[in-house]
């Protein structure tokens, strides 16, 4: 059993930067691909940043390539969303996702999901 929980989501400006977290707690992190994954109004979940649990290997969607970098610290049981040049296209709820494959994992296939945390890019 995983729990994670999002942190650092807020209100930037275009240009901005800001870092997201995901907590989990469960002495198995460490053996989970984990994913970021966003949802704006009106749309549906779009799976954009996933890394090996080794950290060996990273995926981005090419709407955040070049401009976000997902990373995890296994020691500290966190997963963490580096998000620079944002856009107001960026606004939507965020999430991150654990499990167990990493290529269902990119998929958004979870097999655990933390709770969101809002990002709003004002232009």
């Known amino acids: 059993q995983v729990q994670l929980v999002e942190s650092g989501g807020g209100l930037v400006q275009a240009g901005g930067s800001l870092r997201l977290s995901c907590a989990a707690a469960?002495?198995?992190?460490?053996?989970?691909?984990m994913g970021w994954f966003r949802q704006a109004p009106g749309k549906e979940r779009e799976s954009i940043a996933a890394?090996?649990?080794?950290?060996?290997?990273?995926y981005y969607a090419d709407s955040v390539k070049g401009r976000f970098t997902i990373s995890r610290d296994n020691a500290k049981n966190t997963v963490y969303l580096q998000m620079n040049s944002l856009k107001p296209e960026d606004t939507a709820v965020y999430y991150c996702?654990?499990?167990?494959?990493?290529?269902?994992?990119?998929?958004?296939?979870?097999?655990?999901w933390g709770q969101g945390t809002r990002v709003t890019v004002s232009s």
């Open positions: 996702g654990a499990g167990r494959s990493y290529s269902n994992t990119r998929l958004g296939e979870c097999d655990y």
């Open positions: 469960g002495r198995t992190f460490s053996s989970y691909a």
């Open positions: 890394i090996r649990w080794s950290g060996g290997s990273t």
